[in-house]
């Protein structure tokens, strides 16, 4: 056994964090180049980016979810379910991961991502997505904070469950 038992789940956690602000840096280069009317080029662009920083932060909550509290939820809402679950603490188990303030804004990217994959790109919006570009930057700070905060409680119990 290492050292610290969640070592493993933890430099997952990093690795995601680094890809997620990866993306947070590519929502303001398309924010900087792109014409205030754009067009479909800028907005295949950013649903493109937008989806890959839920599925990023989905990620992280899926290692959590089965590595700590045992398992995925299940039912055709588990996406949902599953961001609601990070607000929680669970007794005995673990604290809350995300604060319900974050989560509340993750799931305008949560929304946002259904939408994208269930409609024609050309119909997406490039006003409500540059409006989600837009927050990105201190969305993804906030994550961080939120999920470097987790990692510390993990750090503070090496041998048992939190």
């Known amino acids: 056994m290492t050292a610290n038992r969640w070592a493993a789940l933890i430099a997952d ?15 303001e280069r398309i924010l900087r180049r792109a014409p205030e009317e754009s067009d479909e080029v800028y907005v295949r662009a950013a649903a493109s980016l937008l989806q890959d920083f839920y599925s990023g932060t989905e ?19 588990w996406h949902a379910q599953l961001l609601a679950r990070m607000t929680a603490s669970i007794e005995g188990v673990r604290p809350a991961v995300f604060s319900a303030g974050l989560a ?33 930057p201190h969305l993804v700070e906030t994550l961080s904070c939120e999920t470097r905060a987790f990692e510390d409680a993990l750090r503070s119990f090496p041998s048992q469950a939190l």
């Open 13 to 27: 956690l990093e690795l995601e964090l680094t890809a997620i602000s990866r993306l947070a840096s590519e929502s």
């Open 59 to 77: 990620k992280l909550m899926q290692r959590i979810a089965e590595e700590i509290d045992g398992a995925l939820p299940a039912g055709p809402r």
């Open 104 to 136: 509340e804004s993750l799931h305008e990217y949560l929304r946002f991502r259904h939408l994208a994959r269930a409609i024609y790109g050309y119909s997406l919006k490039w006003e409500s997505c540059r409006k989600l570009l837009q927050q990105m």
